[in-house]
Every structure is written in structure tokens, then in C-alpha cells.
């Protein structure tokens, strides 16, 4: 394989992470086909996790071809601290169609997989999918990947989905260019009863599409509520979903066009709500502070965490607080032995009467407020140097195409 510097300043360029040196060859020839105009090195030893920016140089590599056979565990490992380096798209490596590793790549924030033996129609799916997912024009700085914040109730009627709704509007109010508002919840979703929506399309259509999601096509699936984009759950509940029990290309997807990104979902339970709680940034668990919910949330938080969700993500949120009615702040606390994030005061004739005209809340009643509060704490406004607007195809694969197909 062509070898350069992994110090090299070059602003473009891909890598191959294999200590497998027949992998290597084999690619060998598709790479330089079909990457002909792009630098192209190799690592033959998986980089040690903490400071893989550093060891991969100054300029680190764009897109990332990563083995995960010939060492899972390191790889499965290293794959969420590359896919957080601006710029860097992860293409994993697999030795077989095994559906496990499929998803734990996927859920780990590989772009897509490759089968070996690798072949040229793999190889230009698994690019033309980067190229999609990748909208910056031609000479833009690498764009920084949306904070994607997944709201899950600990039980039912907690207004987990009221909370996500005005999060999204708040969010846009604090200065993000792009917001998304997803109703992922399959069996129940109501975003587009709060906000009197009405679509042909549903999430459900994006999923089915996933490998074919471009710009045209998100745009007839989205539909949009005061400057906030809102992809909508299915009219009728979709009572089991078998052959799509991971919602990583959707958020995939999204992560990459938008600043921020808001999910609401049906439960915390299940292999389609642990996908969301794995690719969430930010996990707000709602509940309220009576006894039944706060035992639910005790048993979600358990369920998180006997699942592998990042207990570091993951920020408790007490809704309809009510200081002489139920239990007090300090004491859920203690009792969930976790900190209660924040709580938003019980506001019930504000609430109300922006659903019955599928508005926000305003931003000027106590609901509203402790909403702006809650959205500043994760970083709302914070940040005014947002992403311009771009689509199309044109992004960090437009010069790959351009020379590199014969």
C-alpha cells in the first residue's frame, strides 16, 4: 500500500487500522482505485485509546477503514473515541455477516461495515454512504457533530414528550441553526398530536431507506414547526418492529445534519430504546416526584446501567416538581442514589393551553424558564459558532469521486 506520513498535514486522507496484513493487500488494490486522488496510509497496531488523535498525527484521517476481526475487543474500544474526531468517518472491517457485530459496530458510530472478502461494489455503497452522510461543501472546515439529546420517560404520563417538544423550541431559541425533533416511539408516539402535524411519512419510512438517505429524500420525510424540523412517529403503532430494532441510521444520519438533535422516545426499554440511550450524547430520564414514578426510575436507572449506558450521560429530571407533594429534591437524591439534574415546576394552565394550540410553552411562564434553564445547563447558547447550512453530496467525498472512479 502507498505509505505516508501519519504526521502529514495532508487535510484529506484515509487510514487502514489491521495488524492484519493479507486484509491489507486485499484492499490494497480497491483503495487505490477508487481513492486515487486521496493520501492513503496504514497502521498496523490499534492505537491505544485516550489519545488516539495524537497518534494518528496532526491531521488526523478522514475516513477510517478499521479491522475488527483480527482484534474486537481493542476495536470495539477505540471506535466511539474515533468516531469523536471532527471529520473522522468509520468504515468497520468484518470477517462475516455476523448481525451482532453488525450492531455493535453501528451502535459504537461506524458510518457502515464491509464484508471480507471486500469487493468494488461494497467498497463504493460503503462511500457513497460517507458522501451522504457528510453534507460540508468542498473547503469548509470540519463540521462538529450535533449534541443528540434522547428524553426516555422511567414510566408512562411523566411529559417526557411535552419536555422533548419544548427542548427542541428552546434549543432553536438559544442560537442552533438546525434542530431536529424525532418521535421515535413506535407503539405510542404523540409529537405530532401536541403539535398538530400531519404527514405521508414517518420514521418508519427513513429506517426502511436508511442505506439511501440523502438531503431530497430527508426533506419529503421531515416536516416543520416553527424552524424546527420534526420527524414523525407512524399514525398507527407499529406493534412489533423485528427486522428494525435499531435506530442508528436514522441518528447517524442526523448527527451529521444538524447542530442539535432531540429524541423522544416510548420507554427505556428494549434493543430500539437502547440503541437511542447508546448514540444519545445527553440521556434526560423524566419522571416526577411521586412514589411510583420515582420507583420506575430507580429501575430504569439500574436497567441502563446492567446495560452498558454511560452513567455519565445519563441526567435525572424531575418534572412537575411540586415541593409539598411528593418527595423533596435532596431526598430523590439520595433514595436514586444519582443527582437530580433539574427540576421543572408543575405549570399545568401554561402547559395545557399551549397544547390545545400545538405551540411551545412560553418561554416566559415557570415551565418556560426552567425549560431555557435546562437547555443552558447542557450547553444552549453557549456556543454561537453554529454549522452553516449545506446539502447535497458535495461534501468530504466530492474530489474522492471526482479522480477516483474509473
Known sequence: MQRHDPASSSSRRAIVISPDRQLVADLEPLLLQHLAAVPLSHQASYPVAGNISAQLGTAPAQLVFLDIASGPDQALALLPELTQIAGVQVLAVLAGNDPDSVLKCLRAGAVDFLLRPVTADQLVAALGK?????????????????????????????????????????????????????DLDPLAGTVSFLLKLKSSFSFMDA??????????????????SNGVDVLLAPDLAVTGIPQYVDATP???YARNAYDVV??????VYGEWNLSQANAATDLLLVTTNELPAL????RALSYLEANKVGKWKTRLVVNRYQRDVGLS?????????????ETIPSDY???????MEGKS???????GKAVAQLTERMGGGTDKSRRASGGGLSGLLGGFFSKGKK
Not at 394552565?349 to 397544547?355: I, K
Not at 410553552?361 to 415551565?367: G, R
Open 130 to 182: 460517507v458522501a451522504r452522510l457528510q453534507p460540508a461543501v468542498e473547503g469548509s472546515a470540519p463540521q462538529q457533530q450535533a449534541k443528540i439529546i434522547v428524553v426516555m420517560p422511567a414510566k408512562g404520563a411523566c411529559g417526557a414528550t411535552t419536555l422533548a417538544c419544548n427542548l427542541a423550541f428552546q434549543w432553536k431559541r438559544s442560537g442552533a441553526q438546525r434542530v431536529l425533533l424525532a
Open 207 to 224: 429506517l426502511q431507506r436508511g442505506h439511501e438517505l440523502d438531503v431530497d429524500l430527508w426533506r419529503t420525510t421531515v416536516s416543520s
Open 250 to 252: 436514522i441518528i447517524n
Open 262 to 267: 432531540i429524541i423522544d422516545t416510548g420507554s
Open 295 to 298: 420507583q420506575s426510575a430507580q
Open 329 to 341: 429534591r435532596d431526598v430523590i437524591g439520595t433514595a436514586l442514589h444519582t443527582e437530580v439534574f
Open 349 to 355: 394552565e401554561a402547559v395545557q393551553a399551549a397544547l
Open 361 to 367: 410553552v412560553p418561554p416566559a411562564t415557570a415551565f
